[in-house]
């Protein structure tokens, strides 16, 4: 079993930045992929940034430029440094941990708003 502990959200006015972070602790066998999703109400999931154990790394179109994963493998954690923020970042923010196309297991969520 996995757990995964999402921390960093908050308020943040457009064009700031904020910084992600996500503990994973149990058995990692499963898991080659961490990555960040996030969802606003009313809409699906969607990928924001993953990353495999061997450092590739996939962003959304949206975020390209502005966001950056990163994995401390030692730590077991997760980053996703967020920069230039945009009202429309607005969203709940969901560390997930699985396969590269199959999330398994997914945190809390923490949020993000971004005012303008």
């Known amino acids: 079993q996995v757990q995964l502990v999402e921390s960093g959200g908050g308020l943040v006015q457009a064009g700031g930045s904020l910084r992600l972070s996500c503990a994973a602790s149990?058995?990692?066998?499963?898991?080659?992929?961490l990555g960040w999703y996030r969802q606003v109400p009313g809409k699906e999931r969607e990928l924001v940034a993953r990353i495999r154990s061997s450092g590739l790394t996939d962003y959304a179109d949206s975020v390209k430029g502005r966001f950056t994963i990163a994995r401390e493998n030692a730590k077991n954690t997760v980053i996703l440094q967020m920069n230039s923020l945009k009202p429309e970042d607005t969203a709940v923010y969901y560390c997930a941990g699985g396969s590269w196309f199959d999330p398994s297991y997914w945190g809390q969520g923490t949020q993000v708003t971004v005012s303008s």
């Open positions: 149990g058995s990692f066998v499963s898991i080659n992929t």
